[in-house]
């Protein structure tokens, strides 16, 4: 089993987006084991895969923060969470692609969770009682590094870093860089590596957007991170695909924006290779 965390603490750079195609594309085009695990309480990526009305019969006991160990009034403590209890199995009839929703609630586990100790460890033992079940794990973090992502990072192998290539998020980069690595330092058990920066919503005709790709792509062979040759176009496919809650994938698996999510995922699969 790989953990893939996709991380990036500017918002907006195409996270949920990523994890919703690549995970898609993975289960019906690479026929892989695919769980996502939405752990942004924004629940964007969650609402991807399912209804609200699905959603409210699973908000009080079928959550990732029920995995997390939150205490919502509805669990007991003295009873370990089954992770299994949370898992949606073949969202939209996809074989193979199982989700963990999230929950508005996970905004306060930060506060809840403040004196637990081990409490950046929940999920990585949570998920080792499932990992036989899956050959990927997809997880959309929130645009921050607190504790949820703190989870992420302790049980991912790879991150992967969506960014806009504009002037903010290529200063934002060596930050989320050395503040993975400081984190690691103070987590002993966080063996996470960065597998490489995506470039999404990009505007191949205008000039700062190439002008900015470029620079990233230098910045990041002195950061020593690896970016994707693949990038992924802004394109109305997407945005209209995000807007109906639904994978671009599914609407039409040939668009553009598809095609190029279909090429990041074979380059993706080729890099873990490579790392084995
Ligand atoms: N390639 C693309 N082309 C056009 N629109 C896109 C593309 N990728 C993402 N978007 C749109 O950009 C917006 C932000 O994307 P997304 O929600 O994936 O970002 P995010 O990084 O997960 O944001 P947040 O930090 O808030 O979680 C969404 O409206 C989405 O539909
Ligand atoms: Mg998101």
């Given at each position: 089993?790989?953990?893939?965390?996709?991380?990036?603490?500017?918002?907006?750079?195409?996270?949920?987006?990523?994890?919703?195609?690549?995970?898609?594309?993975?289960?019906?085009?690479?026929?892989?084991?695919?769980?996502?695990?939405?752990?942004?309480?924004?629940?964007?990526?969650?609402?991807?895969?399912?209804?609200?009305?699905?959603?409210?019969?699973?908000?009080?006991?079928?959550?990732?923060?029920?995995?997390l160990g939150?205490?919502?009034?509805?669990?007991?403590?003295?009873?370990?969470?089954?992770?299994?209890?949370?898992?949606?199995?073949?969202?939209?009839?996809?074989?193979?692609?199982?989700?963990?929703?999230?929950?508005?609630?996970?905004?306060?586990?930060?506060?809840?969770?403040?004196?637990?100790?081990?409490?950046?460890?929940?999920?990585?033992?949570?998920?080792?009682?499932?990992?036989?079940?899956?050959?990927?794990?997809?997880?959309?973090?929130?645009?921050?590094?607190?504790?949820?992502?703190?989870?992420?990072?302790?049980?991912?192998?790879?991150?992967?870093?969506?960014?806009?290539?504009?002037?903010?998020?290529?200063?934002?980069?060596?930050?989320?860089?050395?503040?993975?690595?400081?984190?690691?330092?103070?987590?002993p058990q966080?063996?996470?590596?960065?597998?490489?920066?995506?470039?999404?919503?990009?505007?191949s005709n205008?000039?700062?957007?190439?002008?900015?790709?470029?620079?990233?792509?230098?910045?990041?062979?002195?950061?020593?991170?690896?970016?994707?040759?693949?990038?992924?176009?802004?394109?109305?496919?997407?945005?209209?695909?995000?807007?109906?809650?639904?994978?671009?994938?599914?609407?039409?698996?040939?668009?553009?924006?598809?095609?190029?999510?279909?090429?990041?995922?074979?380059?993706?699969?080729?890099?873990?290779?490579?790392?084995?």
């Amino acid at each position: 089993m790989k953990t893939i965390a996709f991380i990036n603490m500017k918002g907006g750079v195409g996270k949920t987006t990523s994890v919703v195609e690549i995970a898609t594309i993975l289960a019906k085009e690479h026929r892989k084991k695919v769980l996502v695990i939405d752990l942004d309480p924004q629940t964007n990526c969650t609402f991807s895969f399912i209804k609200i009305e699905a959603w409210d019969k699973l908000k009080t006991n079928a959550t990732i923060a029920d995995v997390l160990g939150m205490n919502r009034g509805f669990s007991t403590r003295d009873k370990e969470y089954e992770i299994k209890d949370a898992v949606l199995k073949n969202v939209l009839g996809i074989v193979g692609l199982d989700l963990i929703p999230s929950h508005l609630e996970l905004t306060f586990l930060d506060l809840e969770l403040g004196g637990v100790a081990g409490r950046e460890q929940i999920l990585k033992k949570q998920l080792d009682k499932i990992k036989d079940d899956y050959e990927y794990v997809l997880i959309d973090c929130p645009p921050n590094l607190t504790l949820a992502p703190q989870n992420a990072l302790v049980v991912s192998d790879y991150i992967i870093t969506p960014v806009v290539p504009e002037i903010y998020p290529s200063i934002g980069l060596p930050l989320l860089i050395n503040r993975v690595r400081s984190l690691k330092r103070s987590i002993p058990q966080c063996n996470v590596e960065f597998l490489g920066v995506i470039f999404t919503k990009v505007k191949s005709n205008t000039r700062i957007h190439t002008q900015q790709l470029d620079a990233i792509r230098k910045t990041s062979v002195e950061l020593d991170v690896y970016t994707f040759q693949t990038i992924i176009p802004e394109t109305v496919r997407i945005s209209e695909a995000a807007a109906n809650n639904k994978p671009a994938y599914l609407v039409n698996p040939n668009a553009d924006g598809v095609e190029s999510y279909k090429n990041l995922v074979k380059e993706i699969l080729l890099k873990i290779n490579e790392n084995e």
